[in-house]
């Protein structure tokens, strides 16, 4: 069994442990943690497992690294802290470990990161033999290895769409909620999630990624924001109040634009209540989904609803997001070291877990 370190203990992080406690073929060894609180505590409690699964969460990065773990989840923030994040990566990686993260958005298209960067991560992986993975479900599964699979069922194929729609009174990240993606703020804040030329920063590698399977040359990769205002004054039950006039929805395109027309669209729509946009499309059921149409002959649409910790759709989706790096971990192990994206990695069967409880 390959022994896994979970970097981070937050949305992602908690998916994580699960799914390597859950895995035949990995053994978690450590938990690294930033807040002293966490420290000293066991990681089934952290994961929420209910039960100890005697591994005894740490601050202590210098030890986890230095008993040369196979393999590192990185599930550390990298909103807003990419250089910091990207130091972390790449000091794992020079220690020989796969290392799966969703933090490092410049790498979901790793061909298409910036230089120096990439530079950086190759350097480690010739000195120390790693490698590394990125991905998530959006950006991440929900806009390239999906639409590709559906698009291949299609006979002419206009237009492929990725839509992540999601009411985020249910996202367990308030400071992000309110502040980077600016819900519940005045409508003449700048969030910096929405600021020109993120949403092209964090989704357009999605955007090459797509256009490279597809065999199609992008003329460009643009992007469209629209925001609208709450008309009535709403209370969460996990963020408190939301005032009347301040902003409640967000609505952001990134095209991929093939000869003058946009034929490759990652769409998110986000709200802090059902009251806000109704007019922008909407979940099948619940607050949230990742839903792909394939325009063409015949018109394909698929809606995928994740739930996780109690029925919880965005924890569904952060689940969906640890399972897809988690199990690429033993794929990657068997590859030759290196810097790979979501069209190298395949997305295999569940095989030796169907109906496996782990112990």
């Avoid at 490092?104 to 910036?114: I, M, N, S, V």
């Avoid at 985020?168 to 999630?193: E, F, I, K, N, W």
């Avoid at 256009?211 to 709450?230: H, Q, W």
């Amino acid at each position: 069994m390959m022994s896994t370190v979970v970097w981070g203990t937050g949305n992602v992080g908690r998916a994580a442990i699960r799914a390597v406690e859950a895995h035949p073929a990995l053994k978690l060894t450590a938990v690294l943690v930033h807040d002293p609180a966490k420290a000293g505590r066991d990681a089934g409690d952290l994961a929420g497992l209910g039960r100890d699964l005697g591994v005894t969460a740490t601050c202590d990065v210098e030890a986890v690294l230095a008993a040369g773990p196979r393999a590192v989840v990185y599930a550390a923030s990298g909103d807003i802290r990419p250089d910091a994040a990207l130091a972390d990566v790449v000091r794992a990686i020079r220690g020989g470990a796969v290392v799966v993260t969703p933090s490092l958005y410049a790498f979901y298209d790793q061909r298409g990161a910036p230089r120096e960067q990439r530079e950086q991560v190759l350097k480690a992986v010739g000195d120390g033999g790693g490698s590394l993975f990125v991905s998530g479900v959006d950006p991440g599964w929900g806009n390239d290895v999906l639409p590709l699979l559906i698009s291949g069922l299609g006979t002419t194929i206009d237009a492929v769409r990725c839509q992540e729609i999601f009411d985020y009174s249910a996202y367990d990240q308030p400071d992000s909620v309110r502040y980077l993606v600016g819900m519940g703020q005045p409508m003449d804040y700048q969030p910096p999630m929405l600021a020109p030329t993120v949403p092209s920063m964090v989704w357009g590698g999605q955007v090459r990624l797509m256009a490279r399977a597809l065999g199609v040359v992008l003329d460009e990769v643009r992007e469209s924001v629209e925001r609208r205002p709450l008309e009535a004054a709403v209370n969460t039950e996990a963020m408190g109040e939301f005032a009347a006039g301040t902003q409640g929805a967000v609505r952001f395109e990134v095209l991929g634009v093939v000869e003058g027309v946009p034929r490759i669209v990652v769409e998110h729509v986000t709200r802090i209540h059902p009251s806000c946009a109704p007019d922008w499309p909407s979940p099948l059921s619940g607050d949230g989904a990742h839903r792909v149409i394939i325009e063409g002959s015949p018109r394909i649409e698929v809606t995928v609803e994740a739930t996780d910790e109690g029925g919880n759709r965005a924890a569904g989706g952060n689940a969906t997001a640890a399972g897809r790096l988690v199990n690429a971990i033993d794929w990657l192990a068997e590859a030759e070291p290196g810097l790979y994206d979501a069209l190298d990695v395949p997305l295999r069967p569940a095989t030796g877990r169907l109906g496996r409880t782990p112990a």
